[in-house]
């Protein structure tokens, strides 16, 4: 009898958990509606977005040769463009050699040490993120992909899995935030859905430019969980799942939020 | 020197209100902040800006600690005559940055 209860107990946990589902599809919104009027004018305006600082050095770090095979980014991809439109839409991407997802930023790492024969740039320098900024801005206004392509299907479930694993000293996982309780506020400032629209993106808190690793990383240690080093395999996963989530919605980088 | 988006429209009525906008690439470290070793970053900012229309003087500012990095200024002037809009920047360890526009007033 005790048995059955704590069986019928476990039918009415589970059965909770499985309401708390995906975010249609329709009622999907950017983080960019979540903002201020202030912040949006300040996105909005190419003049006044300080995020642009970062893709002119971007644009200017394209033509520039670097490493031991002396070229640069244009010696291979010319224009950008031309030859980067649509890239960050459909980033991270399976790297055949690697035998899994890349993420944009290790993409131009693996260009550097690779092509270039240069030194790899640090996560979070200003260099990395001045090229991903310029590269993501050439799919500006273009819808993220959903890609069905079967290499990258176990990591795009394992990115799934970690967003509704429950971490860290205060349990919670990215679900319970952004599926479960978006358009609330967390300690006065609203919950966003978590779509990676925007990235790389200025956030006025950190006044500079940051990677989407660099805000997973935040919202890991918010949690109080362990956070992984910069490049771990966990977080392009996560970015995977992420951009998966956002498919359709319309690539806004630089964007800028609060 | 470091990277500035300056924003002047091109042409303009004799008698207009056009706006001014200037975006400048930097850090502005206050002088309050300390490493993991209680060592304090140096000051570091921006402590002065000019605008000028054809050599006068049109807007000034002086920037503190607390003015976040990247400082961005927008303002407003009248369209008097064609001619050069010039911006200057100066600050710690000997900071120095400049950009033109020229405008045209029909």
């Known amino acids: 009898m005790k048995r059955g209860a704590v069986i019928a107990l476990l039918a009415i946990w589970s059965g909770g958990a499985a309401t708390a589902a995906e975010i249609p599809l329709s009622e999907r919104k950017s983080g960019y509606e979540f903002m201020g009027g202030e912040a949006r004018a300040m996105q909005d305006d190419d003049t006044a977005n300080p995020a642009m600082l970062w893709v002119l050095d971007g644009e200017a770090l394209w033509s520039r040769k670097q490493g031991e095979a002396g070229k640069s980014c244009a010696d291979c991809h010319a224009d950008a463009q031309a030859s980067m439109k649509g890239v960050t839409a459909r980033y991270p991407a399976f790297d055949a050699a690697r035998a899994r997802p890349v993420d944009l930023e290790q993409r131009i790492n693996i260009c550097r040490t690779e092509q270039q024969k240069a030194t790899p740039l640090p996560f979070e320098s200003k260099e990395l993120l001045a090229l991903a900024a310029y590269i993501a801005m050439q799919s500006r206004g273009m819808p993220i992909e959903a890609r069905d392509d079967e290499h990258l299907a176990p990591f795009l479930r394992a990115g799934a899995d970690m967003f509704k694993l429950r971490q860290g000293q205060l349990n919670l996982s990215c679900a319970v935030c952004h599926d479960d309780n978006w358009g609330r506020k967390l300690a006065g400032a609203p919950i966003p859905q978590a779509h990676p629209t925007g990235y790389p993106l200025y956030r006025l808190e950190w006044q500079t430019l940051g990677s989407l690793q660099r805000r997973l990383r935040n919202c890991i240690s918010g949690m109080r969980a362990e956070t992984y080093a910069y490049g771990a395999p966990e977080y392009v996963e996560l970015e995977l799942y992420l951009m998966w989530r956002a498919r359709g919605m319309k690539i806004e980088t630089p964007a800028v939020r609060p | ?106």
């Open chain 2, 1 to 106: 020197m470091a990277r500035a988006i300056v924003n002047v429209p091109p042409k303009a009525k004799h008698g207009d209100v056009f706006e001014i906008k200037a975006l400048i690439q930097h850090e502005m470290e206050t002088g309050f902040r300390v490493d993991n070793m209680g060592k304090v970053f140096p000051r570091d900012i921006i402590t002065d800006f000019v605008c000028k229309y054809n050599g006068e003087e049109i807007f000034r500012a002086e920037l503190f600690p607390a003015v976040a990095a990247n400082p961005f200024f927008s303002f407003f002037t009248t369209a008097t005559e064609s001619g050069a809009v010039t911006f200057e920047w100066s600050g710690d360890n000997g900071f120095s940055a400049t950009a033109s526009r020229n405008i045209v007033v029909e």
